[in-house]
């Protein structure tokens, strides 16, 4: 499974790009979720404009096993979200990294637990 370097990651198996100026994030779930998961059929995204905190339950993601919510990382306004996500949830399936769910803009928190690369191979690993 791919770790990207340049991303942070949650316990909860999300992942966080965040920009240059720390203002902004795009916020997806990761291989390892994706594959626990296994087929993803329907993904509620949260609204352009919502207020959320970092924690929160924001979207949800059920696959052919379960459903799931996604906790935002960050604190922030939902500035956009992954409209090709509506029609084809399954692009997660392919391609967690590329098919992000939702971008937060006007960061004032990031959660404190977040973990580099190499913390989150470790965490997968014992969860394996």
């Known amino acids: 499974m791919a770790y990207p370097k340049e991303l942070l990651y949650t316990e909860d198996h999300e992942w966080i ?4 100026d ?6 997806g779930i990761t291989d390892f ?7 993803i059929v329907y993904i509620g995204l949260p609204e352009i404009e919502d207020e959320v905190s970092a924690e929160d339950s924001v979207a949800d993601i059920e696959s052919v096993k379960s459903v799931s919510d996604i906790f935002s990382p960050v604190t922030g306004v939902v500035s956009r979200i992954n ?3 509506e029609e084809a949830p399954e692009l997660v ?6 098919a992000w769910l939702f971008e937060v803009s006007e960061i004032t928190e990031v959660q404190e637990n977040t ?5 989150y191979e470790k965490l997968v690993a014992e969860e394996a």
């Open 22 to 27: 720390g203002k902004t994030a795009l916020i």
């Open 93 to 98: 399936n392919a391609d967690s990294y590329s």
């Open 17 to 20: 790009k965040l920009s240059e």
């Open 33 to 39: 979720a994706q594959d626990q998961l296994g087929d």
């Open 115 to 119: 973990l580099s690369a190499e913390e």
């Open 83 to 85: 409209e090709q996500l």
